[in-house]
């Protein structure tokens, strides 16, 4: 599911890079974020694999998720303003395939051994959660709240720029905690 997931980031990757119009930007960009969503297996695999490290590494985790947001930006500023708005998305080519690869060379499969199907209907649980209106409750307002931080990630540049009349290196350091 990863190295599968990551595969698809890569190609819409490029397919961005490459886009002759905003409309095949627009369609690359949602692939980006669907196949983005794949790395959300992540946790699974911690679990899986580091049991009893599983909180440490998770906690490290969630520190690079936080830095993330800080940093992208900058370096976002950087290679635009160096190499122009496609050399973001070679970038994020190069930095998904050196993950795919360390990823593909290096980790195995915990879950080798004991394979559960996938599919819906063969998970009981899905159905049981999906049916209980709290949980669901739960559900949207984790994904509301997602949506939110990187709306507000995804709009604040223009916001900065085109009304505020913000400097790249300004709005950059905006992100960054001092």
């Known amino acids: 599911m990863v190295l599968v997931s990551t595969a698809v980031y890569v190609a819409t990757s490029i397919g961005c890079a490459l886009a002759p119009n905003i409309h095949w930007l627009l369609l690359m960009r949602i692939g980006q974020g669907l196949s983005a969503s794949g790395a959300g297996v992540g946790r699974a695999i911690i ?5 009893s490290a599983a909180q440490r590494v998770m906690s490290q985790v969630m520190l690079i998720f936080a830095l993330a947001p800080a940093v ?14 496609r050399s973001v998305f070679w970038f994020l080519v190069l930095l998904a395939s050196r993950c795919g690869c360390g990823r593909h060379f290096s980790c195995r499969d915990p879950a080798a051994g004991g394979r559960q199907s996938g ?45 505020c009349i913000m400097a790249l290196m300004t709005f950059g350091r905006l992100f960054i905690p001092w």
Do not use: K, Q
């Open 47 to 51: 679990r899986d694999a580091l049991r």
């Open 119 to 163: 599919h819906p209907r063969h998970r009981a649980c899905l159905r049981e959660g999906a049916g209980t209106p709290r949980f669901m409750i739960l559900i949207l307002i984790l994904a509301f709240n997602f949506g939110g931080f990187f709306l507000y990630v995804a709009g604040s540049p223009d916001v900065m720029y085109d009304i």
């Open 72 to 85: 992208a930006p900058v370096i976002g500023g950087w290679l635009h303003d160096a190499f122009g708005w």
